[in-house]
C-alpha cells in the first residue's frame, strides 16, 4: 500500500471512530505537529485500527483501560471515551472499564478516570 | 451481604474465569499473604467483577490492555491472559489487544506483553 | 460483617482522618461515582485502614510517599496531605517524606509533591 | 562540609541502617559504578538520610510504600526490606505498608511486594 | 570540595544553561522548598551535570527525552526544553527528540510532549 | 513511499545501528510477532529513525534515557545500549546519559540502568 493509500485508509477509520469530533481532534494535532497528525493517521489508525480481529468497540475498551491505568495521558482518554461512545459503548460500559482499573491501577487512577468521563459525559449532553 | 457470602460470590467468579488454574493462583496468594487473597477473592472478584454492565471477556480485554501498558506486572498479565482465554478470547483477540498497546505505551510494553502471551499459549498447547 | 457496618466502619474512619474536610471529599467521589465512593469507604478505609498494625500517622506517611513518587494522582495526593496533618504529621514531617522521593522517584517528582503541600499548607491557614 | 566529611556521614548512616548487609549492598553498586556508588553514599544517606524531622522509621516506611508503588525497582524494595526491619519495623509493619499500597497502586503492586518481602523475610530466617 | 564550593559551582551551571530564566526558576524553587533548592543546585548541577563525557547539548538531549517519556512532569519538560535550546540545540531537534518517544512511550507521551514544546517556542519567540 | 520500500528503508536503518546484532533481534521480534516485527522495521526504523534532524548518536542517547528512566523496558534498554555504542557513543557517555537519570527519574531507575549497561558491555568484551 503506498503512503497515500494509508493515510486515506486511516483517515476513513478516524472519521468512523470520532464522527464529527474528527475535525476538531486533526486540527490540535495539526497545531502539535503536522508530521505526528500523520503518523497517527497513517500507523495508529490506518495500519493498526484497520487491523481485523476485534470490534472497534472492544479495541476502544482496551485503549480507556490502558490509558486510565497509566494517569499520564488525561486529554488522550477523553478523546478515547468519545471515541469508545462513538462506536456502540453505553456510558455505563465506559464507567465499568475505568472503575475496573482500581483494581490493577489503584483507586487514585479509578477516581481521575471517572472524573473524566462525567466531563465527557457532560459536553455529549449539551 | 456478609463478609462470607462476598468472599463465596468472589470464589464462584475466581473459579468461573480461571477453571482449573484458580487453585494454583489461589495457593500463590495464599502464599504471599492470606489476607490479600480475601481482598483479592472478595473485592477484586465478589465485588467488582461480579458486577453487571460489561462481559467477563470485555473485562479481561480491559485488563489485558491495561497490564500491558503499565509494565510493571508480568505475573498477573500472564495469569489474566489465561483468564481472557478461559472466557471466550481467542489467542488472535489477546494478541490484538497486546499490540494496540504499541500506540499507547510504545513499543518495549507491546513487544513484552507479546512475549508473555508466547509463554502463555505454549504453555496451554502442552 | 455486613456490608453496611464495613460501611459505617470506614466512614467512621474516613471522618477519623479527614475531620472536617470529608464531607466535602465524600461528595467529590459521590459526584463521580457513587459505587466508587463506596469502595472507597468500605474496602480502602473500612477493610484497610482500619487493620491492627500500624498507627494512622505511619499509613498516611506510607500513602504520601506513594502518591509523590507516583506523580499522577495529585488531587489524591493533596488529599492525603490533609490526612497526614489531621492524624499528628507536622507541616515539617510532611515536607521531609515528599522530599524523600527525589532519591527514589527523581527530583521532578519531589518537586511537584512539594509544590502541592505548599499549597495544601496556604490552604490550611486561612 | 567537605566531600569526604559527606562521605562518611553518610558511611555511618548507611551503616546504621543496613549492619552487616551493608558491605554486600556497598560491593554491589561499587560494581556498577563507583561514581553512583558515591553519589548514594553522600547524597541519599549524608545529606538526605541524616536529615532531622523523622525517624529512621518513618523514612524506611516512606521508601518501602514508594517503591512498592512504583513497582520498577524490585533489587531496591529488597534491600529497604531489610533497612525498614533493621531500624525497627517489625515484619508485619512491613506487611501492612505494602498492602495498603494496594489501595494506591492496584493489587499487582501489592502482590509483587508482597512477594518479595515473603523472600527477605525467609532469607533472614536463615 | 566543600559545600559552598559544590554551590558555587552548581549555580554557575545552571546559570550557563537557563540564562535570564535562572532567576525564575531559581526564585520558584526556593518558594517550594530552600532545601530541595539546594539540593538541585548542588548536587543536579554542581555535580552531575558539571561530569565531563557528555556535552550539555546530549545531557538536555537525555533529559528532554526521559521527561516526555515519563509524562508526570510537564513543568521539569518545559524548563528543560528552555535548557535545550539555550544550549545549542535547535526547535527541530528538540521536536525531533520529543516526537521519538512515540516509539518508546506511545503516541499520548508525544502528543503532551510536542505541546509543551509549542508552548515554549511560543512564548520565546515574544 | 510502498510498503515494501518503507521496509526496505527501515531494514537499512536496523542495519546500520545493529550490524551482526541485526539478525538476533529481527529474530527476537519474529518469533514474539511477525506483525509487531514489520511494525517495528517500517514504522520505528523506516519512519521515525530515518528522519532528519537528529544524528543516530542523538538518537540513541534519547532512547536510552527514556528506557532508564521507565524502568519497565530492560530487554529494550539492552538492545538500545548496543545500538548506541555501535553508531558512535563511547562506553563512558553511555554511562553518564543512564546515571543523570538518577536526578529524574530516581536512583534506582539508574542503578538497574547501570547494572545493564555494565551487562552489554561485558557481552561485547568477549
Known amino acids: 500500500m503506498s503512503q497515500s493509500a494509508r493515510y486515506e485508509h486511516g483517515l476513513a477509520k478516524f472519521l468512523e471512530i470520532y464522527g464529527e469530533q474528527a475535525k476538531r481532534f486533526l486540527a ?3 497545531e502539535v505537529s503536522p508530521d505526528l497528525k500523520c ?8 495500519d493498526v485500527h484497520c487491523r481485523p480481529g476485534l470490534s472497534l468497540k472492544e479495541r476502544e475498551i482496551a485503549t480507556v483501560a490502558a490509558l486510565t ?3 499520564t495521558a488525561v486529554p488522550q482518554l477523553r478523546a478515547h471515551i468519545h471515541g469508545a461512545l462513538n462506536v456502540g459503548c453505553s456510558q455505563q460500559e ?4 475505568i472503575l475496573q482499573m482500581a483494581l490493577y491501577a489503584g483507586f487514585p487512577a479509578a ?3 471517572l472524573r473524566a468521563a462525567r466531563e465527557v459525559f457532560l459536553e455529549r449532553s449539551k
Chains 1, 2, 3, 4, 5, 6 share one sequence.
Not at 465506559?94 to 472499564?97: I, S
Open 28 to 30: 490540535s494535532m495539526e
Open 39 to 46: 503518523y497517527v493517521v497513517e500507523f495508529a489508525f490506518g
Open 69 to 71: 491505568a497509566m494517569g
Open 94 to 97: 465506559v464507567v465499568e472499564v
Open 111 to 113: 477516581i481521575n478516570g
